[in-house]
């Protein structure tokens, strides 16, 4: 074993007990990630709702990620998990909460295309992961 510092050990003994724990953490949080991608992102979205209480219904049906739902369907935006600068962005292209849209198209890869109030619009895929929607009747 390796000492740090101080000839009797005991510096070098907490820094290693130190670097182990924070390894493990980082280790439990990247298992932690791994899962929520393998399990497509559904535990995450889950456990967000239950946190923030973003979840729910809006009227219509349960918040779902846009990536779900299926082409034709009309959805309306429930809420946007991504920074300001993805949130105004959207915004300024009519993508709000409340707004309501058709999905077009959904190919992988490819673009996600929707129709905003007649105008259509090509969103990537990364957008389109940030966004939960409710299906409109």
């Not at 959805?75 to 105004?88: D, P």
């Not at 300024?92 to 309501?100: D, K, V, W």
């Not at 999905?103 to 990364?126: A, D, Q, S, W, Y």
Request: with cysteine; hydrophobic share 45%; net charge positive.
């Amino acid at each position: 074993m390796i000492t740090l510092g101080h000839p009797a050990g005991s510096v070098g003994l907490a820094a290693v007990f130190l670097a182990r724990r924070v390894n493990n953490r980082l280790r439990m949080a990247s298992q932690q990630r791994n899962d929520w991608i393998a399990a497509g992102c559904d535990r995450k979205f889950d456990q967000m709702q239950a946190n923030q209480g973003v979840g729910g219904t809006l009227g219509s049906g349960p918040a779902m990620p846009l990536a779900l739902a299926s082409i034709g369907q009309e959805v309306e935006l429930k809420v946007v998990r991504a920074g300001r600068r993805l949130q105004h962005r959207l915004a300024e292209i009519g993508l709000s909460p409340g707004a309501r849209f058709k999905i077009v198209n959904k190919n992988h890869p490819g673009p996600f295309i929707i129709t905003v109030k007649g105008v259509r619009l090509m969103l990537g895929h990364g957008m389109v992961r940030c966004m939960l929607v409710c299906p409109v009747p």
